[in-house]
């Protein structure tokens, strides 16, 4: 159990640093929907957008290389995603909250949305407007996504078949509109930045064997139970940096880090819960210190 402690903490670490990224079954469900259709080319919600057409608000901090753009009716997505039901409950058992969301390829599929906290109720009560869900889809058995609504707007991260994919702000200080991208069709980072753990692990073959013999094969399944992590991130000065923009407050910038460690930690926690191993469950109080210079303390989330 300690080495599987260890195996977690290690890709929760790996997943925050690169941030700079069925149903069981139902009977006649009532079904809360945004939009009557099907997979498909029309929706509700969401309409194609030129990016010409896409007013200046704030820098764009994801650029891949191939992508769609889209506009949202946000207050509607926002009041149709509150509607969701609590994850496990009686009220997810026996009704459900319907909406559409968009793919690469310009087209629209639905998904069942349950209302998955990851935020202890104690920050959850500081920060009422942010929310994390679990999404299963309905035109595609098997496909899973987590979607957050924070106050930088909403974030979806699907698994589906064909790849995984990501819903996005288009730019800072845009709540409604977004990109829509394939992770294997971003591209390589603008920095040049390059992760060389597959490397290591490749160059050194006895590095993990030599500290813990067993800590790439825990002796147990997972089995049927769900398991709840807890979690604490911390974020530099030069994290916060890169979120900040222009005319900022310290207080801005850290908020704006602070929403972007909640999507990060959310699609982690989607890759968990993909893989039947259990959910995050971040942090009962937190603390600030973020300073003007770089090297200073970042936030703790405990």
Same mark, same amino acid.
């Given at each position: 159990?300690?080495?599987?402690?260890k195996?977690?903490?290690?890709?929760l670490?790996?997943?925050?640093?690169?941030?700079?990224?069925?149903?069981?079954?139902?009977?006649?469900?009532?079904?809360?929907?945004?939009?009557? @259709?099907?997979?498909?080319?029309?929706?509700?919600?969401?309409?194609?957008?030129?990016?010409d057409?896409?007013?200046?608000?704030?820098?764009?901090?994801?650029?891949?290389?191939?992508?769609?753009?889209?506009?949202?009716?946000?207050?509607?997505?926002?009041?149709?995603?509150?509607?969701?039901?609590?994850?496990?409950? +009686?009220?997810?058992?026996?009704?459900?909250?319907?909406?559409e969301?968009?793919?690469?390829?310009?087209?629209?599929?639905?998904?069942?949305?349950?209302?998955?906290?990851?935020?202890?109720?104690?920050?959850?009560?500081?920060?009422?407007?942010?929310?994390?869900?679990?999404?299963?889809?309905?035109?595609?058995?098997?496909?899973?996504?987590?979607?957050?609504?924070?106050?930088?707007?909403?974030?979806?991260?699907?698994?589906?078949?064909?790849?995984?994919?990501?819903?996005?702000?288009?730019?800072?200080? +845009?709540?409604?509109?977004?990109?829509?991208?394939?992770?294997? *069709?971003?591209g390589?980072?603008p920095?040049?930045?390059?992760?060389?753990?597959?490397?290591?692990?490749?160059? *050194?073959?006895?590095?993990?064997?030599?500290? *813990?013999?067993?800590?790439?094969?825990?002796?147990?399944?997972?089995? @049927?139970?769900?398991?709840?992590?807890?979690?604490? #991130?911390?974020?530099?000065?030069?994290?916060?940096?890169?979120?900040?923009?222009?005319?900022?407050?310290?207080?801005?910038?850290?908020?704006?880090?602070?929403?972007?460690?909640?999507?990060?930690?959310?699609?982690?926690?989607?890759?968990?819960?993909?893989?039947? #191993?259990?959910?995050?469950?971040?942090?009962?109080?937190?603390?600030?210190?973020?300073?003007?210079?770089?090297?200073?303390?970042?936030?703790?989330?405990?």
């Amino acid at each position: 159990m300690k080495s599987f402690a260890k195996i977690a903490s290690l890709a929760l670490v790996i997943g925050l640093a690169l941030t700079l990224i069925w149903t069981t079954g139902t009977t006649k469900a009532q079904e809360q929907e945004s939009s009557p @259709s099907s997979s498909g080319m029309q929706s509700e919600l969401w309409s194609r957008v030129s990016e010409d057409q896409i007013a200046s608000r704030g820098s764009r901090a994801l650029i891949p290389e191939k992508y769609l753009t889209f506009n949202v009716d946000s207050a509607r997505l926002r009041d149709s995603l509150r509607r969701s039901p609590e994850e496990f409950s +009686d009220s997810a058992r026996k009704s459900r909250n319907v909406i559409e969301l968009p793919k690469p390829d310009g087209t629209f599929t639905r998904f069942r949305v349950e209302d998955s906290p990851i935020l202890s109720p104690e920050i959850a009560k500081q920060h009422p407007t942010w929310r994390t869900y679990q999404a299963y889809s309905i035109d595609e058995p098997g496909v899973t996504a987590r979607l957050d609504m924070t106050d930088s707007g909403f974030h979806g991260y699907v698994f589906a078949l064909e790849g995984t994919y990501s819903i996005d702000p288009f730019q800072a200080n +845009d709540v409604d509109n977004y990109i829509v991208f394939y992770k294997k *069709e971003f591209g390589a980072p603008p920095s040049g930045f390059h992760c060389r753990i597959d490397e290591l692990l490749k160059d *050194e073959p006895n590095l993990f064997e030599a500290q *813990e013999p067993a800590i790439l094969a825990p002796e147990f399944t997972h089995g @049927s139970q769900l398991r709840t992590y807890r979690i604490a #991130v911390a974020t530099t000065f030069e994290y916060t940096t890169f979120f900040r923009q222009v005319g900022d407050s310290d207080a801005q910038a850290q908020a704006r880090a602070l929403n972007q460690v909640v999507t990060s930690v959310n699609r982690i926690d989607g890759g968990l819960w993909k893989g039947a #191993v259990g959910k995050i469950h971040v942090g009962l109080r937190y603390e600030f210190d973020i300073r003007s210079q770089p090297g200073s303390a970042g936030k703790l989330w405990q």
